[in-house]
């Protein structure tokens, strides 16, 4: 097709050039045809379909039923929203039928454990002090309250859950006061409308590593509270209600939120951080998850794409090295280097242009872009060899942008308008010249979103970023995740601050 021009076309006769109209015409219908196919026309999984195309029918229709918030029924958390909220609105069916909430519904038939535990140790709880006049207390005789919880116990190729049935006593001093052991407390995530709210307790059937086990089916593995509910049955003969393994999800992330705090204040310290974000659905509604990844610190967020959501991540402390793509949100920063893979692809593009120029251009751009971060690769060679690269990808940037190519005219402008952040690395070795590590670590974020459509609530959302975060950077410093968050959620059961991750 691209020998198609001028001179050819005039020297067709009439009944050809109709022919050959034709044919374009087919062919342009054919590949319009293909454009327009997604998953609710063809065969195609939705996986495949845009995020940003949902986003746009969302707003065309934003009265007709929710496609994707129907595909995470499976996925449900048993929290109630505060009806008023956006999201909630939005997920109105369209025939007006009344809205049925996710998690069991008011009045259905519940159920309890029906077995007895056979095999269990018993532990006691007794006060030890009274809080009156200190006087050290003798253990009582009779417990108040007991309960049993199950705990996952991970030795070498072994795993097993044991029950214990804690008791806990109450004591009279001597001085009258009678003192009672109760199972510690800690934080309480609270979120307006919901009928009970989550608390770190000890009062829980759940021990902190079966919780921690949980959370990574679900948080590590993708795996929906149904099926997690299932393989502990068939695995361990051990039964959970879905609302309290999706409990024990939320609860491991809600034991890492003060971690995370700790490490976004470590965070503003690095001298070299990758930050990059890609799509998320909340309930349905579009929304980004962000990550900034340095050398031992990785965290992850969920938010809008705008620039305070940046600066959540990346405070005016911070006075390190940015490495990014292209977005207008990192612009303002001004030690930036920006991701050459991305600007690399777009030339690849451009050599796969029909138009011949353009092809030679891309060709050009291409060759320059690779030479300059070989060279860099190399080492020893520092900002001398470089200079003359810099100036042939200058004047084939400058040549493109004066181009009627309308790809071409966009990378060379894109190129010349961020240049300082595109050579960044060069004036700077040791810089890396691409954002590969915040695209690997966002990977496995947008095959989770693909298996389960996404979080439901403020608080799945928080709670999720939070465990990944944890457990990202537990990887980066070589520290086993889950013995750690275990550990935390144990602390924070009690009310105890979790201990840095070192
Ligand atoms: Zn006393």
Redesign the pocket.
Known sequence: MSQINHETLDRLRKHEMIDLTLRLRDFSIDLYEQLKLNSKNSSKPPSSDSPFQKIKEADDHTDSPNQSANDIQDHADDNKKDPSSDSQTKNTSAGGEHKRSPGRQPGSQGFGRREKPVDYQIEHHYPQQ??????L?APGANPHSGFYSFELERRPHEVTITCTLHYYYSQT?????E?VQHPASGYESIIEGRTRNLKLSEYTIVGPMLATFIASLSRRSGMSRKKIRLFLHDWFGFDLSIGMICKSIREAGIACYPVVDDLIDQLQREDKVHIDETPWYQKGVFCWVWVAISQNIAIYQIGTRKKQQLLNLITKAFFGWLITDGYGAYRSYEKRQRCLAHLIRKAIALTGAVDKQAQKAGDWLLRELRSLIKLMAQGEAGMKPCRPILARLKRACNLGSQSDHAKLKSLAKEILNDWDAVVAFVKNPGLPATNNEAERALRWVVLYRKITFGTRTDEGSHSFAALISVIETCSLRNIEPWNYIAQSISRGRKGLAPLPIE
Do not use: A, E
């Open positions: 009274c809080v009156i006049c200190n006087r207390l001093c001597d001085c009258g006061h003192n």
